[in-house]
């Protein structure tokens, strides 16, 4: 058996850490957004031999292409992100490459003005609020006939508590990816983030569907002992579900395509902090919601 809840302070120390940690990073260095969300062209360009990402780089410059950034793809092929485009000047890109290095193929090109990646931005942010505040009246409404000693209304705040420490270290996370990698946030990687708060919630709600039996069938013993009872009725499940998704993404992550990879990488972030969140905070903070209640009640 488990002693969660003796040891709680413990837990939820590490989780200030980090979450402190994430917080830091994403206000030190800030996401480092990729054109889907500031506009702007990405090219992706396969070559017969690839010659070096920095020898790339260095004539893209020397052509007046400043801004343009190079990233390889696969084995014979770079990415290569610039300003907002028009095709004339994409069509020099193009000419450059080829005088240079010789025939290319274009893979991929896609070009977004700086508006619309501005509305998808925005629309990202309206998601997460939206998906947030789904999930607390859902909360609120499914376990309504929790009156005593917890009401209904904080299993959805512990809940959301939880969910923000999941998205906070992921974000952390890529914050610094984005600063010394040059990691950029896509569409995709809000998919992920959406991923991860139902994938964290869902394994919440199994921890707090316990609980609210436990404390009906076993009304009238403290609630840390329910908890800790409820937790250790879960914990096994939800770590081998957790265990069999967290497999899957390492194969994903280790023998994926480049284009998923950092998709795969945010998802298992998510998922190991949103397990170890469902476990180790989200019940917590019910008691010690409930003991800062007795304490302001005496």
């Known amino acids: 058996m488990f002693n ?3 040891y709680y302070k413990f837990w939820m120390g590490i989780s200030l850490v980090l979450f402190l940690a994430g917080v830091v990073a994403l206000s030190a260095f800030g996401l480092n957004l990729g054109i889907d969300f ?18 790339i780089r260095t004539e893209l410059h020397l052509q007046n292409f400043s801004d343009a950034t190079v990233q390889p793809a696969g084995d014979k092929s770079v990415i290569i992100r610039t300003g907002p ?16 290095f010789g025939t290319v193929t274009e ?13 998808l931005r925005s629309g990202a942010f309206i998601q997460l609020g939206l998906v947030s505040l789904g999930i607390i009246l859902y909360i609120a409404y499914a376990f309504r006939k929790v009156t005593r000693p917890v009401s209904s209304w904080r299993f959805g705040f512990a809940a959301i508590v939880a969910l923000l420490h999941d998205l906070v270290i992921v974000l952390g996370v890529f914050a610094i990816l984005g600063k ?13 983030m959406l991923t991860v708060l139902g994938f964290s919630v869902h394994d ?12 009906r069938t076993r009304a009238g013993q403290p609630l840390a002992e329910i908890i800790e009872n409820s937790i250790n009725q879960t914990i096994v499940r939800s770590i081998n579900t957790s265990a069999t998704v967290v497999f899957v993404l390492l194969a994903l992550l280790l023998f994926g395509g ?4 950092y998709f795969v990488l945010a998802l298992l972030i998510g998922i190991v902090a949103g397990t170890y969140s469902s476990i180790f905070i989200a019940s ?8 800062w209640d007795l304490k302001r009640r005496a």
Not at 85 to 100: F, P, Y
């Open 85 to 100: 485009q028009e095709k004339e000047e994409h069509d020099r890109l193009l000419k450059v490459i080829n005088d240079k």
């Open 204 to 215: 919440t709600i199994v921890v707090f569907d316990r609980i609210r039996e436990n404390l």
């Open 38 to 55: 500031k506009g702007g062209s990405l090219t992706q360009v396969g070559f017969a031999e690839r010659p070096l990402i920095n020898e």
């Open 4 to 6: 969660i809840i003796k």
């Open 107 to 119: 893979e991929q090109y896609t070009s977004i003005g700086p508006v619309i990646g501005k509305e």
């Open 180 to 192: 010394f990698a040059g990691v950029e946030i896509d569409g995709l990687f809000v998919t992920a």
């Open 258 to 261: 480049e284009t998923i990879r």
């Open 284 to 291: 917590p903070i019910l008691l010690i919601w409930h003991k």
